[in-house]
């Protein structure tokens, strides 16, 4: 039977070679060539001797904070390893393939977190919503409820203004990202508030209309940008969240050696959410407001959603156990 090794010693039999990769990463700051010939070929070793390390950390002690500070060191330090020139179509190719979606389920716990803190008070202001309508509406201005009354599926963006509101949605829904994202930077505090206003606020507007004929066309609106918009405020919130956890649970490593690890993995989610967020916004402005069957609404939403999923989730796989 195989003996698990404690996780105080696994760290302490470990420590040196990790916090001089560390350090090795840092003088590098993301190009290699800053390195010495010895320190390169250095470098090398002690990435090889860190995946192996990961992957014993990952089937050992995989809740423990250690594997997380590890993973971020490791990709930090594959990042130097194998890179090439900045416009290299190999590495971009590597980026898109393998480094960004893997990065994302090297998250995926603070991505679990952040769902449940938007969609948990969603679902619990939408309950007391409907079984309290005063409540609701008193959450609400007097001009978003008449807003939301008048919808009507086809109207909600006249046809001469959606080339102007496309950039105007992405541009808002990038900040409610960014925002969140950022948060991570108090203790993730600012992030946690964010996303459960906005999913009180969510749950809020469906119980003020629920009943009347403004629920159905609300639901028809959000259909087809809807996944898009929601999985990247969740995503860029994860990112903040990762942040976060890095200064409340640095690890082995010091809090600004551990954040600046974390930050770089986490600006690779903020990149695609920026992505995500920009098709959503062409969606929302070109697609969501037409009259497009409600079906054809959902084929979109749907599509798109289990796209960016099923990206995010196995893409890259094959190959990763190396990390």
Do not use: C
């Amino acid at each position: 039977m195989r003996a698990v090794q404690s996780v105080d010693r696994f760290i302490e039999d470990r420590r040196p070679r990790w916090a001089r990769l560390a350090q090795l990463v840092e003088k590098a700051a993301d190009r290699a060539s800053r390195l010495e010939a010895s320190e390169i070929v250095e470098l090398g070793e002690l990435y090889r001797a860190a995946t192996s390390d990961l992957a014993i950390a990952r089937r050992d002690h995989p809740r423990d904070a250690v594997t997380e500070r590890l993973n971020d060191l490791v990709a930090a330090a594959h990042a130097l390893v194998y890179s090439e020139a900045p416009t290299s179509g190999g590495r971009l190719r590597r980026f898109v393939g393998h480094d960004l979606p893997e990065t994302v389920r090297a998250s995926a716990p603070f991505i679990l977190v952040a769902a449940a803190a938007l969609f948990l008070p969603a679902l619990v202001t939408y309950a007391i919503g409907v079984a309290s309508p005063d409540v609701a509406a008193s959450a609400l201005s007097d001009q978003t409820k008449q807003e939301l009354a008048q919808r009507r599926p086809g109207s909600e963006i006249p046809l001469d203004l959606r080339p102007i509101a496309g950039p105007l949605i992405v541009v808002n829904n990038v900040r409610v990202a960014v925002v969140a994202f950022a948060g991570g930077l108090t203790a993730g505090v600012l992030t946690v508030v964010v996303l459960l206003l906005n999913g009180a606020e969510l749950g809020a507007a469906f119980a003020v209309l629920h009943g009347g004929e403004g629920e159905p066309a609300l639901l028809t609106f959000v259909l087809a940008h809807g996944f898009l918009e929601l999985s990247a405020i969740v995503l860029s919130a994860g990112a903040g969240l990762r942040l976060a956890w890095a200064i409340l649970h640095p690890g082995d490593l010091s809090r600004a050696d551990a954040l600046r690890l974390a930050g770089a993995q986490a600006i690779r989610i903020v990149v695609l959410t920026v992505v995500v967020l920009g098709v959503a916004g062409t969606i929302e402005a070109f697609v969501s407001p037409t009259q497009l069957p409600v079906w054809g609404k959902l084929v979109v939403g749907l599509t798109t959603g289990s796209a960016l999923w099923t990206y995010v989730l196995l893409v890259g796989r094959r190959g990763t156990s190396a990390r």
